[in-house]
């Protein structure tokens, strides 16, 4: 267990339709990372935030946006959902110094 | 184009065998990391490596760092089913060190 939460498990929905990701970092932790990842495509970067404010960007698609809240989880927000956004998504998340990442169970995404 | 090239992509090999994973940059790191993941599930960190040359041993697992901390490598020793899944390696380039890359990843699968 690393200590990264992640919710739903699972997700089905239509396309078109709007979801939300939330993860919830290990204790201390004030980065969190989110990672797109499917079968055709490994392990894609989207976006990192530190203690509330974006830090870095990815492979994001304007419809994805993320943001962080105080208490420092985070959310994926995920909008006009199309067949190919099908995927797992992984939250990590990385302690003040250092750059090691520690990863959630992940979100599997069905989109039919 | 990866900015982590892995290689071997696919390997399967008998129990008992030896077998190296070869992580390669053109950039250079402040550390790599070592991941493992297993299907459905995120990555699992296995170590990370900071200083060039430094050889970090995990039980049968052995990670080198390149002297100039482009590449790495991760050597297993008689290997075991157990060791099946997909390695990933990871890291922040410098200068930037912003954005986080993962490798293109080596599935590995140990036939008893």
């Known amino acids: 267990d690393s200590g990264v939460t992640q919710t739903p498990k699972h997700l089905i929905t239509a396309t078109g339709q709007r979801v939300t990701l939330r993860c919830s970092p290990r204790s201390g932790d004030l980065s969190v990372y989110w990672y797109q990842q499917s079968l055709d495509q490994g392990l894609q970067f989207l976006i990192q935030y530190y203690n509330g404010e974006e830090r870095a960007k990815g492979n994001i698609l304007e419809r994805f946006s993320a943001q962080q809240f105080p208490d420092l989880h985070s959310e994926l927000n995920l909008s006009s959902l199309e067949l190919g956004d099908s995927a797992l998504y992984f939250c990590?998340?990385?302690?003040?110094?250092?750059?090691?990442?520690?990863f959630g169970p992940g979100t599997r995404l069905t989109v039919l | 184009t990866q900015l982590l090239e892995q290689s071997p992509q696919f390997l399967s090999i008998q129990e008992g065998e030896n077998l190296t994973v070869y992580c390669n940059s053109s950039s250079v790191f402040s550390s790599l990391q070592w991941y493992r993941q297993e299907p459905g599930e995120g990555p699992v960190l296995l170590v990370t490596?900071?200083?060039?040359?430094e050889v970090k041993k995990l039980k049968r697992l052995t990670f080198q760092f390149g002297d100039a901390r482009k590449d790495s490598s991760l050597h297993i020793t008689a290997a075991q089913p157990g060791d099946t899944g997909l390695y990933l390696c990871a890291g922040v380039p410098l200068p930037t060190g912003n954005q986080f890359y993962f490798g293109t990843g080596t599935s590995l699968t140990v036939i008893p």
């Open positions: 490596v900071v200083t060039g040359g």
């Open positions: 990590a998340s990385s302690p003040p110094i250092g750059d090691t990442q520690y």
